[in-house]
């Protein structure tokens, strides 16, 4: 597993794959925030390729590291038309993700299909949300959608896939991830435990 392909999951998952711009209420993102993580980041990915512990080993990376993260680094790994991503945290395993994506770059590449498309009256950038229950066990990561909205209005989840499947599209997987997907977790990640305000990353 690439250092590279573990930032790209772990944003991914904290995300929860969609996300608004930061709230005014949340603090300033810091440079010290994002390279916090960024080390974590590198000592999970140590702690993955070194020899089993006796013991788990655990290791907490908190909401603000996450958003600051975002806010230096997230351009290298978001896809084209996805910008000012964001999480929330919620704990018991609920993470809410947010941020503005661009409606008409995925209706011009990806042509609806009928009149009663959603995606034909979504017009230029407008902030999506999502909240959903992060399930992680035995390695694996499994994400239970809540609900989702485009500018403050609900959506169902078949609209949310379609964004998910048209950004994490891939030379083999043409169609992208499935919400439903179970998704393998690197660097022996068993667990993936979600607090209000932090993750803890259990290997």
Same mark, same amino acid.
């Given at each position: 597993?690439s250092f590279k392909?573990?930032?790209?999951?772990?944003g991914?998952w904290?995300?929860?794959?969609?996300?608004l711009?930061?709230?005014?209420a949340?603090p @300033?993102?810091s440079?010290?925030d994002a390279d916090?993580?960024k080390?974590?980041?590198a000592?999970?990915?140590?702690q993955g390729?070194?020899?089993?512990?006796?013991?788990r080993?655990?290791?907490?990376?908190t909401?603000q590291?996450?958003?600051?993260?975002?806010v230096?680094? #997230?351009q290298?790994?978001?896809p084209a038309g996805?910008?000012?991503?964001g999480?929330?945290?919620l704990?018991?395993?609920?993470?809410?993700?947010?941020a503005?994506v661009?409606?008409?770059?995925i209706?011009?590449?990806?042509?609806?299909?009928?009149l009663? !498309?959603p995606m034909r009256?979504?017009?230029?950038r407008?902030?999506?949300?999502?909240?959903g229950v992060?399930?992680?066990?035995?390695?694996?990561?499994t994400f239970?959608f809540?609900?989702?909205?485009?500018?403050g209005v609900p959506i169902?989840?078949l609209l949310?896939?379609?964004?998910? #499947?048209?950004y994490?599209r891939s @030379?083999?997987r043409?169609? #992208?991830?499935?919400?439903? !997907?179970?998704v393998?977790?690197?660097?022996?990640i068993?667990?993936?435990?979600?607090?209000?305000?932090?993750?803890?990353v259990?290997?």
């Amino acid at each position: 597993m690439s250092f590279k392909r573990l930032h790209l999951l772990v944003g991914l998952w904290l995300l929860a794959a969609v996300a608004l711009p930061v709230r005014a209420a949340d603090p @300033p993102a810091s440079r010290r925030d994002a390279d916090l993580l960024k080390q974590k980041i590198a000592l999970i990915a140590e702690q993955g390729g070194a020899a089993p512990a006796e013991r788990r080993l655990r290791t907490t990376v908190t909401e603000q590291e996450v958003n600051a993260y975002l806010v230096y680094e #997230g351009q290298d790994y978001l896809p084209a038309g996805v910008v000012s991503p964001g999480v929330t945290i919620l704990g018991t395993g609920r993470v809410s993700g947010r941020a503005i994506v661009d409606f008409d770059q995925i209706r011009e590449d990806r042509k609806p299909t009928s009149l009663l !498309d959603p995606m034909r009256y979504l017009r230029g950038r407008l902030p999506v949300t999502a909240t959903g229950v992060l399930r992680t066990s035995d390695g694996v990561a499994t994400f239970q959608f809540e609900s989702a909205e485009v500018s403050g209005v609900p959506i169902p989840k078949l609209l949310l896939q379609q964004m998910v #499947g048209y950004y994490s599209r891939s @030379p083999t997987r043409p169609s #992208g991830f499935s919400l439903d !997907d179970p998704v393998a977790l690197p660097a022996r990640i068993r667990e993936i435990q979600l607090q209000r305000g932090q993750a803890i990353v259990i290997q």
